[in-house]
């Protein structure tokens, strides 16, 4: 039975209606990233980082997930094997397509961290700064996102999954961004088969042994169809 490691990014969430980080209109368009997805722009001025994830949290409501979703959750309950999604996206919309066994490497929109004791809880969808940490009491809750500088969730885990995959997959993702970028090479390293999808090769895209370009919807959905043998 194979083992199947799945890392998937802005790309499969995309055509759901969930704006890229690379997007030219939008969230992101309108903020520098130093401004709110680092840690010193979060004590430069908390209210501003705090107000551009409520508006993704409520952009990510919004929306729902598509076939490529889906697809990956008939996946995980049909092959008789292990299945191992990792997503380096803070949308639910993984979960609300009924994928089971997920990482969320960067965090997520619906979490809140205390900067102080690192406590989470489920986030309001309308956070406010010096909100108190339920835990200690101390003004000081945040989003609980990974932000630039930071280091993601679950990695001695997640290379422990790449060390046994038998087939590793990246789904919309861009290349560029490390740890996330290094996971082909550990896991072609280790005898898996890898295979890239996405609307164009990413700036890793010559360490994959495949390629499939097109929108995941369809892509993902008939690689699914062919392993699952129907």
């Known amino acids: 039975m194979s083992k199947i490691v799945i890392l998937t990014g802005a ?20 903020h520098r990233v130093e401004d709110v997805a680092t840690p010193e722009g979060f004590m430069r001025n ?15 409501a919004e929306v729902e997930p598509n076939a490529a979703h889906r697809a990956l959750a ?5 092959h008789e094997g292990e299945v191992i999604v990792i997503t380096q996206n803070v949308d639910d919309l993984h979960e609300r397509g009924g994928t089971q066994k997920l990482y969320h490497m960067h965090g997520h929109l619906k979490g809140a961290l ?16 010096g909100d108190a ?26 290379f422990e999954h790449l060390s046994g995959a038998d087939i590793f997959a990246a789904i ?22 890898t295979i890239e999808f996405n609307l164009e090769r990413s700036a890793v ?6 390629h499939r370009t097109g929108p995941a919807s369809q892509t ?4 699914v169809s062919e392993l699952l043998g129907k």
């Open 11 to 30: 790309g499969i969430s995309a055509e759901s209606g969930i704006e890229t980080f690379r997007a030219e209109d939008g969230l992101w368009a309108q």
């Open 46 to 60: 908390p209210e501003l980082v705090v107000d551009f994830y409520n508006a993704r949290r409520a952009q990510a």
């Open 74 to 78: 008939r996946l995980e309950a049909e």
């Open 114 to 129: 205390c900067a102080t004791c690192d406590h989470r809880w489920p986030a309001p969808m309308v956070m406010a700064p």
């Open 133 to 158: 940490c339920p835990a200690c009491a101390a003004p000081a809750a945040r989003p609980d996102i990974v932000w630039f500088g930071e280091m993601p969730y679950d990695m001695e885990t997640l």
């Open 172 to 193: 919309g993702t861009s290349g560029n961004v490390y740890p996330a970028a290094g996971f082909v090479a550990e896991a072609r390293g280790a005898g898996a088969h």
């Open 205 to 210: 895209g010559s360490q994959f042994a495949e």
């Open 220 to 223: 993902v959905t008939q690689w």
